[in-house]
């Protein structure tokens, strides 16, 4: 017997007003004068396609290459599209990741913040047409906007922006394309959902109010061909998911469901796509046949080699596919030197603290990053702030130079030395990213500003230039092998001191010295001189010592984790469970699962970390990409600049990948954040996993000082030792308060910003953090020299 779950939820009442008033605008009072702003059908249709895509790679880069790259797979990598005249329905369909029951509620359902221009016409909206249920501004207002709006004439026109700014891609795409919507989705952490839009059941008046979602079938039961999945765009096996939208005259009158105004659409979508499209009126019925049985073969190839493997008596992870995706050539010196910057000399060191001069003195993005009443006011400004600053630096070299650029304006005659001046800039903040912490955030928002379609033309010249690498360096004088010498990792090897007698650690020393010599004797020529090889030594240290102190933290705190708590040992006093709702979690974990979680968690940071240059470098060129460009926008925490990263976040699913394969199961969710409200950017990006050493060395120096502290203060250990049971239960008690309460997935209004997310887990350590001085420890810290987790910001 199929017991069939289902259930209505509201949908956000400004957002509520803005679709029931443009969708069903031919019911509204002819009386109401209205100005809607829909984006164009290609537009919204790319929004639909550009979710399958993430679905896409969320699979793709989360499967053992060799099986991905096995016939049986492949069909994975296909958008199926399909119309239909009769019903006016587009439907799209995908086998990437699909959505969890709390993914429909908390991303689809929620939807994004809606701007204030959105909010202000669902605000007059509903006034008249006196809607009964109140509108929640999501930004601050006073008792005066109320009194206003009653005296508001009712004749004038109400502009509604449905665009992505306003609404949310989602949306966006629903109030262009679309008259109701259905969305079947399976996860492969839950069932096969249906969301509808609007609800089933409404009251008809004001339809948009609520979504539903239902559970068609039991519980664990999957879509097959053998349960009624058999359509063509039905979803198949473990995920996927199927939108079936039910189109308007706008989208009708566009085209998408004529196949000759549709396949130039979507060819442009996916000009720069590793996946294809395939419409089912293209094809014949043996096609149509193959594509459907796809799924089908695919899981007779995965249980057919998972039966291989049992009998063998091999893990169910491939060893190989281990081996090929986590091998150490992605963390070789040669692959790592093409994104170690080379180190500063002192005449780089001169034009690096003028740039910090000219950075430190402007206030660029406080001026240009605010509401302008028309775009060509806000180039003006930022044209206005860019030419101020690069005449700055050139009148402070040389005076008169300036001056005759104030007249002529001929910047272009000074390209490489505006272009070499920001390099080193950059270059010396990625080696330093504890530097430059408020002039580097100016900087790359001055440079992504000057290379854009609108500033870059009127300067005549680009700003940007290639970041200097140890293997450019090498590369541009015939250096190369010198990265494959075997001798290049005793050359570049930070000597720490640790529990190491001195004898032991001079003899490293002499190692060390041994093999920069021998290095450079055998690699110098005409075009490499000696001192051109020690820079590119000390420049490779320097990333080594940078791995070293923000990697050892992480290591360290694991080393707590496994030391002090047991996964299938609770003891008692200690669980780490936690229970949705109590204690500020937003997740429900057992001991054994809520341990593995903060490994899991712990080891993504602690990979992250070791491919911080190359996730820098590809951050770079998104943020200051001359294609992709931004938006300004007010995510809530006032304006940031919202841009696409799809090379960092490739990087990023690489790293996920590597780490998801290490272990036998993944927990939590792995949605990366990234070019949306709570990840505006690459920069952004960038500066929270920079933070995640601040979080974890305050934390492992008070453990490490715990003991020191108590040998040389008695009234110190007469305070651990009465007010918390001993040295070593105090250490434990720390840890467990930090791993139960820093990965609970609390730190935000809602599940989606906060959860176990990717980077709601590091959301979820700050969140601890900002609760340290409640902690009943808190006096310890500051006894072991506890002064913030942050340090210096100037």
């Known amino acids: 017997m199929s017991h069939v779950s289902s259930a209505n939820y509201p949908i956000a009442q400004p957002l509520a007003t803005i679709l029931n008033s443009v969708i069903e605008e031919e019911k509204l009072p002819s009386s109401l004068n209205l100005d809607i702003e829909v984006e164009p059908a290609s537009d919204a249709l790319q929004h639909f396609i550009n979710n399958c895509f993430v679905a896409m790679d969320n699979v793709f880069f989360s499967t053992p290459s060799s099986s991905r790259q096995h016939p049986a797979f492949q069909h994975r990598q296909l958008i199926r599209i399909s119309t239909c005249q009769e019903e006016q329905t587009l439907t799209i369909t995908d086998l990437g990741s699909g959505m969890t029951r709390s993914d429909l509620i908390n991303s689809l359902g929620v939807g994004s913040r809606l701007s204030s221009e959105a909010i202000a016409a669902a605000r007059s909206l509903d006034h008249k047409l006196g809607y009964k249920q109140d509108i929640q501004s999501e930004s601050d207002s006073d008792d005066s906007s109320s009194e206003s709006e009653g005296e508001e004439d009712e004749d004038a026109v109400v502009d509604i922006p449905c665009g992505d700014q306003d609404v949310g891609s989602f949306y966006a795409a629903i109030l262009a394309l679309a008259k109701k919507v259905e969305i079947g989705t399976k996860s492969k952490f839950d069932d096969y959902y249906l969301f509808q839009l609007p609800a089933k059941e409404h009251d008809g008046i004001h339809p948009y109010t609520h979504f539903s979602i239902s559970r068609p079938m039991d519980e664990g039961v999957k879509p097959t061909t053998d349960n ?11 995920s996927g998911t199927r939108i079936t939208i039910h189109l308007n005259e706008r989208a009708f009158e566009a085209g998408l469901l004529d196949q000759e105004k549709l396949k130039p659409m979507l060819e442009h979508i996916l000009e720069t796509s590793p996946y294809s499209v395939v419409l089912e009126e293209c ?8 594509i459907i049985e796809a799924s089908q073969k695919e899981f007779e190839y995965f249980e057919q080699l998972r039966k291989e493997k049992e009998a063998d008596g091999e893990d169910d992870v491939d060893l190989e596919d281990i081996q090929g995706e986590n091998d150490d050539s992605y963390n070789s010196v040669k692959e790592r030197a093409k994104y170690i910057p080379l180190r500063l000399s002192m005449g780089e060191r001169k034009m690096l603290r003028l740039v910090e001069a000219a950075m430190a003195c402007c206030d660029y993005t406080t001026e240009v990053d605010k509401p302008f009443k028309s775009s060509a006011r806000r180039t003006h400004s930022q044209l206005k ?5 690069l005449r700055g630096m050139v009148t402070a070299c040389d005076y008169a130079a300036g001056q005759n650029l104030l007249e002529e304006e001929a910047y272009n005659e000074y390209e490489n030395s505006f272009r070499q001046m920001f390099e080193i800039a950059r270059r010396h903040k990625i080696m330093n990213p504890e530097k430059m912490r408020t002039e580097y955030g100016k900087l790359i928002y001055l440079l992504q500003d000057a290379v854009s379609p609108s500033i870059m033309p009127h300067l005549s010249f680009t700003c940007k230039g290639q970041i200097e690498t140890v293997y450019k360096f090498l590369e541009d004088r015939n250096g190369l092998g010198l990265l494959e ?11 720490l001191a640790g529990k190491k007698t001195r004898q032991m650690i001079s003899l490293e020393i002499r190692k060390k010295e041994r093999a920069v010599a021998h290095l450079k004797q055998n690699y110098q020529n005409r075009n490499l001189s000696s001192e051109d090889i020690h820079l590119c030594l000390y420049s490779i240290c320097d990333n080594d010592s940078f791995l070293n102190s923000n990697r050892v933290p992480i290591d360290k705190v694991i080393d707590y984790l496994q030391k002090f708590f047991d996964p299938t040992n609770i003891e008692e006093g200690y669980s780490l469970a936690i229970i949705d709702g109590q204690d500020g979690s937003r ?11 903060a490994l899991q968690s712990l080891t993504l940071w602690r ?3 070791d491919d911080m240059f190359r996730l820098w470098a590809m951050a770079e060129e998104d943020l200051l990409s001359e294609s992709v460009t931004y938006s300004l926008q007010n995510t809530g925490q006032g304006f940031q600049r919202v841009q696409q990263s799809p090379r960092t976040y490739k990087s990023m699913q690489k790293i996920l990948s590597r780490v998801q394969s290490k272990v036998k199961q993944w927990i939590g969710s792995n949605v990366i954040h990234l070019g949306d409200h709570n990840v505006p950017n690459a920069l952004t990006f960038i500066d929270k996993y920079t933070q995640v050493p601040r979080i974890l060395s305050p934390i492992v120096s008070c453990l490490e000082n715990l003991e020191r502290i108590c040998e040389e203060d008695d009234g110190v250990l007469k305070l651990v030792n009465d007010g918390f049971g001993g040295v070593e239960q105090l250490k434990k008690d720390i840890l467990y308060d930090f791993f139960k309460s820093a990965f609970d997935g609390s730190g935000a209004d809602n599940f989606y910003d906060a959860g176990s997310c990717i980077d709601g887990r590091l959301t979820s350590a700050w969140n601890w953090c900002s609760q340290l001085q409640d902690k009943p420890f808190y006096c310890i810290f500051k006894l072991t020299g506890f002064i913030g987790f942050d340090g210096e910001f100037r």
């Open 228 to 238: 009624g999945f058999d359509k063509f765009t039905d979803i198949r096996g473990d």
């Open 283 to 290: 094809l014949d019925d043996i096609q149509r046949q193959e």
């Open 385 to 389: 702030h860019i030419t101020s600053v």
């Open 485 to 495: 010498d075997p001798l290049i990792e005793i050359a570049t090897r930070e000597v």
């Open 587 to 597: 997740l429900s974990h057992s001991h054994e699962r809520q341990y593995y979680f």
């Open 607 to 609: 990979d992250i970390i």
